[in-house]
T-cell receptor
Framework: GENVEQHPSTLSVQEGDSAVIKCTYS??????FPWYKQELGKGPQLIID?????GEKKDQRIAVTLNKTAKHFSLHITETQPEDSAVYFC????????????FGSGTRLQVQP | ETGVTQTPRHLVMGMTNKKSLKCEQH?????MYWYKQSAKKPLELMFV???????ENNSVPSRFSPECPNSSHLFLHLHTLQPEDSALYLC????????????FGPGTRLTVT
């Protein structure tokens, strides 16, 4: 089955700096890669996703890149703000509603004001 | 109510009790999922229901019993749990056929004493 590794486990940045979180996956058949943000006391919230037919996707300060050959994908947050502080999870799956996501172990991001 | 709701938000139960967790989605989806989140395994799939049929059971002990009476509701029946079952139980939903994005509820924090 799929295995997803995520690094780093914790990340501390100054407000305004960029943050990068990296994930690798094992199953070359995976073609759907979402990122979730989880704040304290809440469920994971989908913030961006990418499918294997594109290499990069951007939404305001958030971008995700995908390298299918190397089987890794990354989340980039620019101009970080204190409200970006949360735990971020990457995941991988086949792009079908009958298959569950395999999640990475999470990255705790702390943005220092 | 919007999105995915879960009740109760917090639950404390003894090892001999029987209780149920409830999930309801208001997104018109037809696939639903139970995940377990703990310190040891951040986000671990338990069950997948697609069009009210269980399509995946991730080697979950029989003391956890899911039920999906219709595409909007999902239950997790609990009995004779162990202290190591204490965790955050998250429900999610998605479409079976595109778009595939999974949306999570806020979770039920379960403590087994």
């Amino acid at each position: 089955g799929e295995n997803v590794e995520q690094h780093p486990s914790t990340l501390s940045v100054q407000e305004g700096d960029s943050a990068v979180i990296k994930c690798t996956y094992s199953d070359s058949a995976s073609n759907y890669f979402p990122w979730y943000k989880q704040e304290l006391g809440k469920g994971p919230q989908l913030i961006i996703d990418i499918r294997s037919n594109v290499g990069e996707k951007k939404d305001q300060r958030i971008a995700v890149t995908l390298n299918k050959t190397a089987k890794h994908f990354s989340l980039h947050i620019t101009e970080t703000q204190p409200e970006d502080s949360a735990v971020y999870f990457c995941a991988a799956s086949l792009d079908t509603g009958r298959r569950a996501l395999t999640f990475g172990s999470g990255t705790r991001l702390q943005v220092q004001p | 109510e919007t999105g995915v709701t879960q009740t109760p938000r917090h639950l404390v139960m003894g090892m001999t009790n029987k209780k149920s967790l409830k999930c309801e989605q208001h997104l018109g989806h037809n696939a639903m999922y139970w995940y377990k989140q703990s310190a040891k395994k951040p986000l671990e799939l338990m069950f997948v229901y697609s069009l009210e049929e269980r399509v995946e059971n991730n080697s979950v002990p029989s003391r956890f019993s899911p039920e999906c009476p219709n595409s909007s509701h999902l239950f997790l029946h609990l009995h004779t749990l162990q202290p190591e079952d204490s965790a955050l139980y998250l429900c999610a939903s998605s479409q079976v056929r595109g778009p595939y994005e999974q949306y999570f509820g806020p979770g039920t924090r379960l403590t087994v004493t």
